[in-house]
């Protein structure tokens, strides 16, 4: 499979530009040039930038906002000075966003939400085309809904069409269904270009790294698995919380017959398999462990899929750099970090 020279271990900058407070405090604090060097002393070659329209977009105005332009650009300027790369990310549409099914609703048939979209793309290309050298570029985070494949499909066309007339060469990252679903990669089209990036987010098994997350429905929030998952305990959840297996295991059963030896190299086989055929990469734009999980079971969850990366040959970014409930250099995972930051 094609490698992805240049971001190959990353991390995610998560809760700054995206799911943050806009308060200028905030921004000026959360991440510094200090976080930038120390993302790059841990070894990684570039890092991911969520970003929320907020922060980019007057959506009263239809203007740029630049206040998060300005963070936007800081960020870049500092991963030039310590040699990173940067996946700009829009984490949050005008109408869309992974975690609100409410606020979402309709926005893959409202032409005016989609052509706002592309109009910010069509704003951010321009601004940043100059920096296709350093920079990929990911259309939408995480669609959720198995039921939108050709309607995400055909605005996703869409959106490459603007990006290209701006940014003829910038790497574009493409996620399927399914919070970008390991094995909805399979409903993505042939790529539009030799610049078109697969993209997957993994976090199986969900009852593993989400364990006691207060957002997943119907999670009791002192539940608590290790890894590798105990069979019968992985059971009893999924039939508390069903929303664990609706993803990219399946059912129960069909997970219990995957989470064995091996369970990454051959979780990620068929989106290989894909890339391999229309001789694209593959990447991994999230990964990581809630930090309610035990240290040890999360060190081997860490190394496990790691070793599937480094198989396959598979850039990443971990979830997340710094708070967020998964931040690697928060107190939890102080302990095990040294071997930890080892296996990004």
Known sequence: MIKLEGFVKGVNLGGWLSQGSLDIK???????????????????????????FENIYDEKKMCDNPIGYKYIDLCISWCKKHNLNVVLDLH?????????????????????????FLDIWD?????????SDMMMFEMLNEVTSFDVINEWNDLALRCIKVIR???????????????????AVKYIPAPYDNNIIFNVHCYEPMAFTHQGAPWV????????????????????????VPALTNGTLGDANNALKLLKENFFINLFKEAVD?????????????YGVI???????????????????????????????????FGIIDDHYKEIFDEMIKYL
Do not use: Q
Request: glycine share 6%; with cysteine.
């Open 26 to 52: 905030h921004l000026d604090s959360f991440i510094k040039e200090d976080d930038i060097k120390r993302i790059k002393d841990m070894g990684c070659d570039h890092l991911r930038l969520p970003v929320d």
């Open 165 to 183: 007339k701006n940014a003829p060469n910038v790497k574009i990252l493409y996620g399927g269904v399914g919070y970008s679903s390991v094995l």
């Open 123 to 131: 704003r951010l290309s321009k601004r940043y085309a100059k920096y």
């Open 217 to 240: 429905e119907k999670m009791p929030v002192d539940f608590r698995i290790g890894y590798p998952v105990d069979e019968n305990k992985y059971r009893e959840i999924c039939k508390i």
């Open 274 to 286: 894909l890339a391999n055929k229309y001789n694209v990469a593959l990447y991994c734009g999230e």
């Open 291 to 325: 930090d309610r999980a035990d240290l040890k079971s999360s060190l081997a969850w860490i190394k496990h899929i790691n070793d599937a990366f480094n198989y396959y040959g598979i850039g990443r970014a971990l979830w997340s750099y710094k708070k967020m409930d």
């Open 92 to 116: 949050k549409a005008p109408g869309y966003t992974f975690d609100d099914f409410d606020y979402s609703e309709g926005f893959f048939t409202n032409e005016k939400l989609m052509k706002l």
